[in-house]
């Protein structure tokens, strides 16, 4: 049974890029009794250790950050600029609610010329990110005495079950940041030492990973994060990459990284082992977490992802399937328990 209260929570708590404050601190309350040690590094990333009883370490990253705002420029009537913060469509920004964590928390909407000014040649044209303002409703005195440039800025939506899915802002990650506490909290005895990295920045270059990697120096490891599933109308089915109830995804590969065969050989097994629905991945375009396990510690790591399949990935709303979820707190909680067992020497 899947925690939905804590899932929509950890959804709709704010974290922008180098500004992920408020979820890093719920997610310490959140592990802080599963492990037996945690610290915050330099950057911002939790760590959090599962000793084992051998020193050999898997690492498990999920990125705690989401694709947000920050704000560059209020004009002389109060409208505020804004940059992103991560990959945006700018059509999906029209109308769209955010919150500015200024001094206090100011909501605002995204604008843009309407439709009922525009020339043909406008509306034949795809907006851009700089078409579009904030309104807040207030005066530029007002807004000043409140926000000021630099504040981050997040969405703001609703959280819905829908059918069999799960509908959200900021599925990704706080997906996997959920599937990773959940797992955390069945982990029981470990053979090799687990460490848990709720990391930052992965939206804006996967920064957070790369200092967590260096620093924490696995030989194992395992990004946990979203997936495209484009299975739906208009999308021919080898353009779907992953498919909404069909399991779990194990990725072969992304724009950023080449999994290691061992451990999707691996992955493939215990899924089959433990009769866990799952489905493989190739992502040709987008990186993830993955790729600064992969290379930033001393002599690289063995690594893998295990990813939701989810629709309308960086859009206003997200959408993922209840099983997929629960299947990939199976395999990542499986495969951390027997990862010692299988025989990863080069064939």
């Avoid at 059509?91 to 769209?96: G, I, M, R, S, Y």
């Avoid at 309407?114 to 309104?135: N, Q």
């Avoid at 909290?185 to 930052?200: C, D, I, R, S, Y």
């Avoid at 199976?330 to 495969?335: G, P």
């Amino acid at each position: 049974m899947i925690n939905i209260q804590l899932l929509k929570d950890i959804c709709q708590i704010p974290g922008a890029p180098g500004f992920e404050n408020d979820i890093r601190k719920f997610v310490i309350d959140c592990i802080k009794t599963l492990v037996d040690e945690w610290y915050i590094d330099n950057l911002g990333n939790v760590i959090a250790i599962k000793k084992g009883r051998s020193e050999t370490k898997v690492m498990v990253a999920a990125h705690m950050d989401e694709i947000s705002y920050v704000v560059t420029h209020i004009d002389d009537d109060g409208f505020v600029r804004f940059h992103t913060l991560g990959g945006f469509d700018p059509k999906t920004l029209t109308a769209q609610k955010v919150i500015i964590h200024g001094k206090k928390e100011v909501m605002g909407v995204m604008g843009t010329k309407p439709i009922h000014t525009m020339t043909a040649e406008d509306r034949s044209k795809a907006p851009k990110l700089t078409d579009f303002f904030i309104d807040t409703g207030y005066s530029k005195a007002a807004v000043e005495e409140m926000i000021e440039v630099g504040n981050p800025i997040t969405r703001l939506g609703t959280f819905d079950i829908m059918g069999d899915c799960v509908n959200s802002k900021s599925l990704d990650n706080r997906l996997s940041v959920f599937i990773l506490i959940e797992v955390l909290k069945q982990l029981k005895n470990p053979e090799f030492t687990v460490v848990a990295a709720f990391t930052v920045q992965e939206e804006v270059g996967l920064r957070g990973a790369m200092t967590a990697t260096s620093g924490v120096q696995p030989q194992f490891g395992l990004a946990l994060d979203v997936t495209a599933a484009c299975d739906t109308p208009g999308m021919a089915p080898h353009e779907f990459i992953s498919k909404l109830g069909s399991g779990t995804a194990i990725k072969i590969l992304d724009g950023g990284v080449i999994s290691d065969y061992r451990m999707v050989k691996f992955l493939k097994q215990v899924a089959g082992e433990h009769q866990i629905p799952y489905q493989m991945e190739i992502l040709t375009g987008g990186s993830t977490d993955t790729a600064a396990l992969q290379r930033y510690g001393p002599g690289g790591a063995i690594v893998g992802a295990i990813s939701i399949p989810t629709r309308y990935l960086h859009q206003t709303v997200e959408m993922a399937n209840l099983g997929d979820i629960s299947a990939t707190i199976d395999l990542l909680a499986v495969a951390l328990q027997e990862i010692h067992q299988y025989n990863f020497d080069h064939v």
